[in-house]
């Protein structure tokens, strides 16, 4: 444990008091000329032995209270050694001269509530034992997991962010569970104003919400560049649960596709989507916008939209043979409590089509890829390679195709201890999107979603 940390009397507490953390130190420090401190910033290799950054606002070097000499400033937990002192002073006297008195002295220093660190301040006010970490931020709003034992802390935990995290000035909890369709979150105001607009950026995009509103996850930003990255000036995007629109927007902007279209089920996500498409600055026939419900979207929107330009295209004489390759369907649909309930909807979807299909020739017609995200869950531990497996059977479940149609699975995140994110891509072929539709079955239930565990350990097995 280090020397300095904030007092013990603070442990406990659960509203933020400022004036507790206040604690006498003495800081050992050496006194030189103010006009040598260039020299030894620029020559002496101090930083290990500084204080550093971590106490700001105190700095490595302060006024003395003497004309012209100033304080070089050092940790206490690093100059312990009488040794290290020696060295110290040596290394100094190397690039000043063996002539400067240069000695080690104590400056006592009131450390406050502004020169702690969340960590030290989460550190010292928890029960020992107990840490927090576990938040995340989207533009000014910090929006806070608890596990149970930290519950009582929170609006400690809420104020000392407010004031410690840059440009933060809401912060929230998240309803434990999400229950709603539109998979957002219920918020509970913790501190700071009760103002959900805000904006972020993702892939040099701006994104602009109602947080409280719509879904927004920025541990997801790595999925939707490797899945918008995949698509090409050819490409026929269609997302079906688009939200404000991270794949579409950097789709569109980035690849050029020949077609996007983009559904939500949820007005406020169709409302952010559009405010978004002016905010970044594309213009409006570029992309489609729908608010249905996904089933619907894949049935009536994406058949027959496909079926047009693929009409369109295989009677044109200009379309190059090369392009015609490139040309391939992207469904996307990221919502993974669900989506798995969407594949039905495929089976059969171009039968009402079927004249039409018959004229185009069958190396004209697209290929159709289908990008449906999942939550493969386990109740006992298990070995990584079944959380795959899992993934291809519930979509084989829902497909109920002579051979598996998933072609890839890619692991998206862990959410929590036996929860994992996929993201299943299958390749439809014409037979199954020709196919006989299975029965329609009631509506699956929208299965509740439990928030993230605080820290998402997994107690490792053998593969
Ligand atoms: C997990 S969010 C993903 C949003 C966005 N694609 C992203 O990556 O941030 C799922 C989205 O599906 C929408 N949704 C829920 N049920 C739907 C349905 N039946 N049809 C279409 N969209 C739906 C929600 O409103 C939400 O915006």
């Known amino acids: 444990m280090s020397i300095l940390h904030p007092p013990e009397a603070i442990r406990g507490m659960t509203k933020l008091e400022k ?61 312990q050694k009488e040794e290290t002192k020696q060295k110290i002073l040596e290394m100094i006297r190397r690039e000043l001269g063996e002539e400067k008195a240069l ?8 450390l406050t509530f502004e020169n702690w660190d969340t960590k030290s301040i989460f550190k010292a006010v928890l029960p020992e034992g107990i840490e927090y970490s576990s938040y995340t931020q989207t533009g000014h709003i910090i929006h806070c997991n608890f596990a149970d034992e930290i519950l ?10 407010l004031n410690k995290v840059v440009n933060c000035k809401t912060v929230v909890q998240k309803g434990n569970i999400i229950t709603n369709v539109y998979r957002n979150l219920d918020l509970e105001l913790l501190a700071g104003e009760m103002n959900y607009v805000t904006e972020v950026k ?27 990255g995949m698509f090409n000036n050819q490409s026929l995007v269609y997302d079906a649960c688009c939200g404000i629109g991270p794949f579409v927007l950097p789709a569109t902007m980035k690849k050029k596709p020949k077609r996007v279209m983009a559904n939500d089920l949820n007005p406020e996500s169709v409302h952010w989507l559009k405010v978004n498409i002016d905010l970044n600055k594309i213009k409006k026939d570029k992309i489609e916008v ?23 295209e295989s009677t044109s004489a200009e379309t190059e043979i090369e392009n015609q390759k490139k040309c391939e369907i992207h469904v996307v649909m990221n919502l993974p409590a669900y989506a ?28 159709w890829n289908v990008y449906c995200y999942l939550f493969a869950k386990s109740h006992v531990d298990v070995p990584d390679i079944w959380y795959e497996e899992e ?8 497909t109920k195709w002579e051979k598996s149609l998933v072609v890839k699975c890619h692991k998206v995140r ?35 979603e439990e928030a993230e565990e605080p820290c998402s350990k997994r107690k490792k097995t053998e593969n």
């Open 290 to 312: 729908h608010n249905i419900d996904a089933k619907q979207f894949i049935k009536e929107k994406v058949a027959a939209d496909v079926i047009r330009l693929m009409k369109e």
């Open 340 to 367: 798995v309930n969407f594949l039905p909807a495929f089976r059969g979807v171009l039968r009402q089509h079927s004249s039409e299909l018959e004229s185009i020739p069958e190396e004209k017609r697209w290929k």
């Open 202 to 228: 993702e892939t040099g995009l701006r994104f602009k919400m109602d947080f409280s509103k719509v879904y927004w996850n920025s541990r997801l930003s790595h999925e939707h560049e490797r899945v918008s």
């Open 152 to 161: 009582p802390f929170r609006y400690l935990i809420a104020e000392v962010l």
């Open 391 to 398: 993934s291809r059977r519930m979509c084989d479940e829902k």
């Open 103 to 110: 000695n080690w002295e104590t400056l006592q220093k009131d």
């Open 19 to 79: 004036d507790a953390f206040r604690v006498a130190v003495d800081m050992p420090v050496i006194e030189i000329e103010a006009r040598d401190a260039g020299v030894v910033s620029r020559r002496v290799r101090l930083e290990p032995y500084l204080i550093g950054h971590k106490l700001k606002p105190l700095k490595n070097l302060l006024d003395s209270e003497k004309e012209g000499k100033k304080y070089l400033v050092f940790h206490p937990d690093e100059v």
């Open 414 to 448: 862990t959410v929590s201890s036996r929860k994992e994110m996929f993201c299943a891509q299958l390749e439809l072929p014409y037979d199954f999107l020709l196919a006989e539709p299975l029965p329609e079955e009631p509506d699956a239930p929208f299965e509740p």
